[in-house]
């Protein structure tokens, strides 16, 4: 995948939070339950864990409504998600059609107009270091994480609209599941966003310099499906699959193709380092333009520099975002940060 395809999957990941309060804080509060064991990640919400877990509903800006569970074993932790008003069931981004004399990608509607097919995401954000520190000056008064979420760290004042840390050494954890990249393989994306900020002559590429911050924990688990203006690889058994998984793929075989064909615009695999190691699963209701969706992780992965590390006995203070078949350009979020605690 080339550099300007990847830097755009980390351009406007929004989400705040941090660890131990201060002081009580205006928040969505949500309760982390203890269970026995762990409900199955399949997207299905239906396991016997998750029914007496507090449920917490919100109503993004401008956008779904968002309802959350959190449940927790000794060793891992667990999220269940319902988004409403997800109209789209997108999983087909940069799909190629075949016109019956050239390549094109698919075109799908988005509000009022129509673009290239794209993905749903849902993307969490946490503290790794001590963001009880994370700091921003609005309208001339300093406000803390405690206070504002995320407003502390989106779009910082330039008019090129970063996000980054104000302070050199803070870093956060970055999960975000994708409908038609990650989830085929039932993960989501392990990134971690720090204090990076380059100005136009440390990095001309504008894409690259406002997603400078945010980082992948490792490669990334999916490379674009595209050579020159046709697709590089089809799946083994022809074409009209919804997805190209890695081990499946072939090389284009135009005697293969008719008229109408489609063939997936990425090649997926699941990263097998800390980059990966967020489970996650969802699946669509369409009677009900909803996503339900399931993450899992361990408390305590190992990997402190990229990774938050939950202690039962502490509190987490998070935030969400949603995109609808969207390249990260526009996002939803629920304003007031998630304050997570445990019993």
């Given at each position: 995948m080339g550099n300007s395809m990847k830097v755009i999957f980390f351009i406007a990941i929004i989400a705040c939070f941090l660890a131990q309060p201060l002081y009580a804080a205006d928040t969505h509060d949500l309760v982390s339950s203890k269970v026995g064991a762990a409900p199955k990640i399949d997207g299905s919400g239906g396991d016997a864990q998750w029914e007496s877990a507090k449920n917490v509903a919100v109503e993004a800006e401008d956008g779904p409504e968002i309802s959350i569970k959190s449940v927790h074993t000794d060793s891992e932790i667990f999220f269940l998600i319902t988004v409403v008003g997800d109209l789209d069931h997108s999983?087909?981004?940069?799909?190629?059609?075949?016109?019956?004399?050239?390549?094109?990608?698919?075109?799908?509607?988005?509000?009022?107009?129509?673009?290239?097919?794209?993905?749903?995401?849902?993307?969490?954000?946490?503290?790794?270091?001590?963001?009880?520190?994370?700091?921003?000056?609005?309208?001339?008064?300093?406000?803390?994480?405690?206070?504002?979420?995320?407003?502390?760290?989106?779009?910082?004042?330039?008019?090129?609209?970063?996000?980054?840390?104000?302070?050199?050494?803070?870093?956060?954890?970055?999960?975000?599941?994708?409908?038609?990249?990650?989830?085929?393989?039932?993960?989501?994306?392990?990134?971690y966003q720090d204090s990076t900020n380059q100005t136009v002559a440390e990095e001309a590429d504008k894409p690259k310099r406002v997603a400078a911050a945010q980082k992948g924990d490792e490669a990334l688990g999916y490379v674009q499906n595209k050579e020159g203006d046709k697709p590089k690889w089809m799946p083994k058994g022809?074409?009209?699959?919804?997805?190209?998984?890695?081990?499946?793929?072939?090389?284009?075989?135009?005697?293969?193709?008719?008229?109408?064909?489609?063939?997936?615009?990425?090649?997926?695999?699941?990263?097998?380092?800390?980059?990966?190691?967020?489970?996650?699963?969802?699946?669509?209701?369409?009677?009900?333009?909803?996503?339900?969706?399931?993450?899992?992780?361990?408390?305590?992965?190992?990997?402190?520099?990229?990774?938050?590390?939950?202690?039962?006995?502490?509190?987490?203070?998070?935030?969400?975002?949603?995109?609808?078949?969207?390249?990260?350009?526009?996002?939803?979020?629920v304003k007031k940060p998630f304050l997570l605690s445990f019993k």
């Open positions: 999983i087909n981004m940069d799909q190629w059609v075949y016109d019956g004399s050239k390549w094109t990608v698919k075109k799908e509607d988005r509000v009022d107009e129509a673009w290239d097919a794209d993905t749903d995401r849902f993307g969490f954000q946490w503290p790794i270091t001590d963001a009880a520190q994370i700091k921003k000056n609005i309208k001339g008064k300093d406000f803390s994480f405690e206070q504002k979420g995320c407003a502390t760290i989106c779009h910082s004042p330039e008019k090129e609209d970063k996000m980054y840390l104000l302070d050199s050494g803070q870093k956060t954890d970055i999960w975000l599941w994708k409908s038609a990249l990650t989830d085929p393989l039932k993960y989501a994306d392990d990134w022809g074409p009209n699959k919804p997805f190209l998984i890695k081990g499946d793929e072939v090389a284009l075989d135009m005697s293969k193709i008719k008229k109408g064909d489609t063939i997936p615009g990425w090649l997926l695999s699941r990263p097998k380092g800390s980059g990966g190691d967020v489970n996650a699963a969802g699946k669509y209701d369409e009677e009900e333009a909803a996503w339900t969706l399931e993450f899992g992780r361990k408390l305590k992965t190992g990997d402190a520099k990229n990774d938050v590390q939950f202690d039962t006995g502490k509190s987490y203070y998070f935030g969400v975002a949603t995109w609808d078949n969207d390249r990260l350009q526009k996002h939803t979020r």
